[in-house]
C-alpha cells in the first residue's frame, strides 16, 4: 500500500511541476477560469502518467500522448508562438530521460543494486531516486522559466526546425537509453537506432553553428555599414559648415585686400604685414584638409578625429 502511495505522489507531482512550467512560461491568454484550465491541462497528463506508470502502456503512447496532450492545450489557452509551444512540449519529456537515467545509474553504482531493479522493484533505492529526480525535475524547470524571463529570443522558420530536430532527437535518445538501461528487448536494434540518432544530431549542430556563425558576420558586417554610414553624415556636416565659411571667407575677400593696399598706398608696410599675417591665420583656422584615402571608412573617422582636434584647438 505505501509504494502505490509513494508512485501516485511521484506522479502528481510531476504532473504539477510541468503544469507550473506550461502556465508559467507562455501565460493565458485569458485569465478567465484559470484554475479549471490548470486542471485540464493537469488532467490528461495524470491519467496517461498512472497508466504508463502501471504497465498499463508502452513508453512510446505515454510520451506522445503526454506530449501531444501538453501542445494541444498550449496552442488553445496559452500565449506565443506554434514553434515554441512545441519545444517546449518536447523538451519537457526530454528533461525527464536526461535527469531519471543519471540518478538511476547513479544510484546503482552506489548501491549495487541493478537499474532493472530499481526501476521495476519497489524499494529504498527506488524511493531515493524518485525524490531526487522529482527535486532535479522542479530546479531545472525552474531554470527555465529564470531565463524565459531573462531573455526575449526571436528564431526564424528554418531556425525553429533546427531546434526542434535538435530537441526531438534528444527525446529519442533519452528513450533508447531508458530501453537499454531498463534491459528491454531488442537492445541490439535499439544501439543502431541511437548510433544513428547521434549522428544525425551531430549533422543538426554543425547545420546550426553554421547558421549562427553567417548570422554573426552578417551582424558584424551591418555593424560597421552603420558606423560608416553615421561618420559619412557627420563628414557630409563638416563640410557643409567648411562651405559656409569659405562662402564668408570669400565676402570678406575684397575688403581684406582693399584694407592691405591701402596700407601699401600709406607706406605702412607693418601694419601690412601684420595685417596680412592675421588674415591668414584666420583662413588656415577656418580652411581644414581633409583625409582622402581609398578607404572610405578610414576617411571618414580620422576626418572626424581631425575635426574634433581643430574644435579643441589640438594642432
Not at 504508463?52 to 494541444?72: P, Y
Not at 535527469?99 to 521495476?120: D, K
Not at 531498463?182 to 543502431?192: A, L, R
Not at 554610414?229 to 557630409?236: E, G, I, R
Request: aromatic share 12%; charged share 15%; net charge positive.
Amino acid at each position: 500500500m505505501i509504494w502505490t502511495i509513494v508512485e501516485y505522489v511521484a506522479i502528481i507531482t510531476e504532473c504539477l511541476i510541468a503544469t507550473r512550467l506550461f502556465l508559467l512560461y507562455f501565460k493565458l491568454k485569458s485569465d478567465d477560469w484559470k484554475y479549471l484550465k490548470s486542471i485540464i491541462l493537469f488532467a490528461p497528463l495524470f491519467i496517461t502518467d498512472v497508466i504508463g506508470s502501471f504497465g498499463a502502456a508502452n513508453e512510446v503512447f505515454f510520451i506522445l500522448t503526454c506530449v501531444l496532450s501538453e501542445f494541444i492545450f498550449a496552442v488553445i489557452f496559452l500565449q506565443g508562438s506554434i514553434m515554441e509551444k512545441l519545444m517546449i512540449s518536447i523538451v519537457n519529456y526530454a528533461l525527464l530521460y536526461c535527469i531519471n537515467l543519471p540518478v538511476i545509474a547513479l544510484m546503482s553504482a552506489l548501491s549495487g543494486v541493478s537499474t532493472e531493479q530499481i526501476v521495476s522493484q519497489h524499494s529504498v533505492e527506488r524511493m531515493i531516486c524518485i525524490f531526487i529526480s522529482k527535486l532535479m525535475y522542479f530546479l531545472v524547470t525552474q531554470l527555465i522559466l529564470w531565463l524565459r524571463r531573462k531573455e526575449k529570443y526571436h528564431f526564424s522558420t528554418n531556425e525553429w526546425i533546427i531546434i526542434l530536430s535538435a530537441f526531438f532527437i534528444t527525446l529519442l535518445l533519452g528513450f533508447s537509453l531508458y530501453m537499454i538501461t531498463t534491459g528491454g528487448t531488442n537492445t541490439d536494434y535499439i544501439y543502431i537506432i541511437a548510433t544513428i540518432l547521434l549522428s544525425t544530431l551531430d549533422i543538426i549542430v554543425f547545420v546550426f553553428m553554421r547558421k549562427l556563425n553567417i548570422a554573426s558576420a552578417s551582424k558584424t558586417e551591418k555593424k560597421l555599414l552603420q558606423f560608416q554610414l553615421q561618420q559619412q553624415k557627420k563628414q557630409m556636416q563638416q563640410l557643409n559648415e567648411q562651405y559656409n565659411k569659405i562662402s564668408i571667407m570669400h565676402h570678406d575677400y575684397k575688403h581684406e585686400i582693399s584694407c592691405i593696399r591701402n596700407l601699401i598706398e600709406q607706406k605702412e608696410y607693418d601694419n601690412a604685414i601684420s595685417y596680412a599675417d592675421t588674415a591668414i591665420s584666420k583662413s588656415n583656422k577656418a580652411i581644414r584638409v581633409y583625409v582622402n584615402s581609398s578607404s572610405s571608412v578610414l576617411n571618414a573617422v580620422i576626418n572626424d578625429k581631425l575635426s574634433t582636434a581643430q574644435a579643441s584647438g589640438i594642432n
